[in-house]
């Protein structure tokens, strides 16, 4: 395993550790726990790592999250596909917009859809409807994305942004 490899798994890591504390940052949208700070690593993932890692770190956060009883099941659809969309996005056109637009895509909307058979089929609740949970994750994802934005503008002007990305590839 090469050094630009290690380095990765290393931040991914950190960055999945970062999403399961910011969780205790959240509130309930209509039967959904929205943790704003998981949508910000996501894209931190998507501009420095790329869709797997923040795939990846997407995943871990949600199952830790799970089991120490601070997210839900649904954590698994709404941050693995706000992550993986964001970095494909990022990957591919380079620009900070696309991965925010990945982000909240990926998360509102096929995230969103995704829930549903989680809910009703794995959780049971009965009641949840085809869209019911674009609009929450719609919610938590935009707090997020903001977030990040105002973060990755900071560090792009302070030219954190690109040393950070010339270290994760050499």
């Known amino acids: 395993m090469n050094r630009s490899n290690t380095r990765k798994i290393a931040v991914t890591a950190m960055l999945a550790a970062l ?3 910011g969780s205790t ?4 949208v209509f039967g959904s726990k929205c943790a704003p700070v998981q949508h910000l690593v996501n894209v931190l993932c998507a501009v420095f790592l790329g869709p797997w890692y923040g795939l990846a770190a997407a995943f871990v956060a949600s199952l830790i999250r799970n089991l120490l009883g601070l997210g839900t099941l649904l954590a698994f659809p709404g941050s693995m596909c706000g992550a993986f969309l964001s970095g494909w996005l990022y990957k591919r056109l380079q620009t900070l917009p696309a991965a925010y637009a990945g982000e909240v895509f990926g998360t509102a909307v096929i995230g969103g859809i995704l829930a549903y058979p989680v809910a009703s089929l794995v959780m049971g609740n009965a009641g949840a409807a085809l869209f019911t949970f674009v609009v929450p994750f ?6 997020g994305t903001i977030i990040a934005m105002i973060v990755m503008t900071v560090m792009k002007q302070t030219g954190v942004l690109g040393m950070m990305k010339e270290q994760l590839e050499n």
């Open 25 to 28: 940052i959240s509130f309930p």
């Open 19 to 21: 999403a399961v504390v």
């Open 138 to 143: 719609l919610i938590s994802t935009a707090g």
